[in-house]
Each structure stands twice: as C-alpha cells, then as structure tokens.
C-alpha cells in the first residue's frame, strides 16, 4: 500500500510497541472528499463493509416487497452477524418461507462466533452449519433476489444474474468502475474500489436524493433496518452493535482485514477506512476516532472509551499498556 498513514498507536508501559498504517476517507453525497489520510485513491476490497451495497438489489429489483421481508431480515441481509439464536432462528425460518433450506445457502459452514453458542454446540456434539457463518443473512437475502429472478441456483457466481445486479449497483454508488473482485470467506464475489469511491458509496447511502425513486427508496429502507435492529447486525459486545447503539441515526459496518464504514444520514456523510495490515483493534479504535470527531458519538460513552483508549490486560489482568488513536490523527477530538 502506497502513502499509509499512521492511525492507531499500541502502547506497552512507556514503550510505543506497535503502529498500524491506513487510510481513511469522509465523504459527502456528491463526492466531495470532507476529510482524509494516507491515499484515498488506494483500491481495496471492502469485504462485509459493503453488504448494504449488496443488499440494495433485493429492494430494488421489487424482491424484497414480493417476498414481505421484514425490517428484521434487511437488517441480516446487510449483517456479519456472532451465530447467536436470535440470528439462526431468523435466517431459519426465512429460508423456510422461501420453501428453501440450508443446503441451497453457498457460504459454508461456520463455528459460531457466539461463545456461548459455540460450547453448548461443543457439549451436545453438535456440528456448525451454513446457518451459523456469519454472512447466512447476506446470503438469505441473495436466494430473495434470486427466486425473485428465476436464476440457476449457483449465485454466487460472478456471472450469475444476482452477482451482475451486485456488480452494477457496486459500481453506480462508488461512481467507478471496478477493477475486478476476490472471492470473499462466504463464496461471493467481493469486487474491489478505492477508499475514496467506498466512502462515497457510504455517503451516498447516507443521502441517496438524486439517486432516483427505487434506489433512494432501497437506501434509506436498508439504513433504516441497520439503526431499527443494531443486535442483528452484529451481536453482543460487537463493535458494530455497540456503536451503533451508542449513536442517535448512524450505521456503521465492519468488514474482514482492517475495514470499516459509517452512514451518517443527518450529516449526509460517509466515512471509508482501511487499516494496512488489516487488524481489527485499529480499524475500531481509527472509526471511534472519527464518529468521534465528526460530533456523533460522545468521547466518553463506555463504548468510545472501550475503543479509544483501552488498556491491555496480561493473563493476570494486569494492566500492562493501551491502544489509541495516533495522536495527528485524533488531535483531541478536534471537530472535523
């Protein structure tokens, strides 16, 4: 990656012990860039950070009203979601209302992330399905699009009719064609941008007038759904979750190997970063940084400090050092 930044800072005792380099971009609707660090032209892929620009289809190609999917099930269309009952049990009977089931979901199987979850499966001798992998929400709201379509029942393909209508909504909301796409850990084509074009994608989530009747309406549906149910979007003590909850109308979304975005309908804004070398602790403590910056989430709410500045504990939960934002970056909080 070519001109990272430093965002986030790891601490041991008086011993700066470790920086992670990014990028990250603030955006608004008509992709003016408000804010940035590091290359806003670096490509990446956005992994889950993009579901609700996967999920925009099923809304408006009309799959969504014929199929009566509840806010509930556009929230885990758009979720990376921990395996918990309130996810499986929903995705369940939504493939069930479809008349499909698990065997015709293509992300594979997954162990819950779920703790609780995940050992009460170990004990009973239970083995993990497609239904608990994280993207089994995405993947439900592919199958609406595409029995809504008639399409062969591979669509996960790149070729197939539903990762065509992915690739095209993809490519109208970044404002860019896409250099291509990987294959992301659920079988789905991932396609690729810049940080700049994902943030203006986020933004233009955020503000979709202008977009035309059936993807304005899709957007806000979808935005709506996130900040309606932050549980189904995530799970317990989940960043997304907890952010989210910790905010007034804010979506934001985390994605595999150091990405994360926000939606920020009132301010018509939307915020795209990428942590170089793709660590999780970063690319939450890099976006807290910058909700905070930007007015929406309170420094001292318990799940900004959790992210600012949380101390590292050893195995005897002694407190040995802590992360936070570099300090350019963050300079104090200072309004953006």
Not at 133 to 160: P, Q
Not at 268 to 278: H, P, Q, Y
Request: net charge negative; glycine share 10%.
């Amino acid at each position: 990656m070519t001109n990272a930044v430093n965002l986030v800072e790891i601490w041991r005792g008086p011993f700066l012990e470790c920086v992670h380099r990014g990028h990250a971009v603030v955006c608004d609707a008509s992709g003016e860039i408000r804010a940035a660090w590091g290359n806003s032209d670096e490509m990446i892929l956005p992994r889950s950070s993009c579901k609700m620009l996967q999920a925009l289809p099923l809304i408006e190609s009309g799959a969504a009203n014929a199929f009566g999917l509840s806010t509930e099930q556009l929230a885990l269309s758009c979720s990376s979601h921990q395996g918990s009952a309130i996810h499986t049990e929903r995705v369940t009977k939504w493939l069930s209302d479809l008349d499909l089931g698990e065997d015709d979901l293509r992300c594979g199987p997954q162990p819950p992330s779920d703790v609780s979850v995940r050992h009460e499966m170990i004990r009973s001798g239970g083995t993990p399905c497609q239904i608990h992998n994280n993207c089994s929400g995405k993947h439900s709201g592919f199958l609406t699009l595409n029995k809504h379509l008639g399409g062969g029942s591979e669509y996960v393909e790149v070729d197939h009719p539903v990762q065509k209508a992915v690739k095209t909504v993809f490519e109208e909301m970044t404002g860019m064609d896409t250099p291509g796409f990987g294959i992301d850990g659920c079988s789905a084509p991932n396609f690729a941008t810049t940080v700049a074009g994902l943030a203006r994608a986020m933004a233009r989530m955020a503000d979709p007038s202008g977009l035309g009747v059936a993807r304005e309406t899709a957007a806000r549906t979808l935005v709506s759904a996130m900040m309606e149910h932050p549980l189904l979007v995530a799970g317990t003590t989940r960043a997304c979750t907890e952010l989210m909850q910790a905010m007034d109308n804010v979506v934001v979304k985390t994605g595999a190997e150091g990405v994360f975005v926000a939606i920020l309908p009132k301010q018509g804004l939307g915020v795209a970063l990428k942590i170089e070398d793709g660590a999780t602790r970063a690319s939450e403590s890099a976006m807290a940084a910058i909700l905070v910056r930007l007015g929406v989430l309170a420094v001292d709410h318990p799940s900004a400090i959790k992210r600012l500045r949380p101390p590292i504990l050893n195995r005897r939960k002694m407190d040995t050092g802590f992360i936070r934002p570099d300090a350019d970056f963050y300079a104090n909080g200072a309004p953006l």
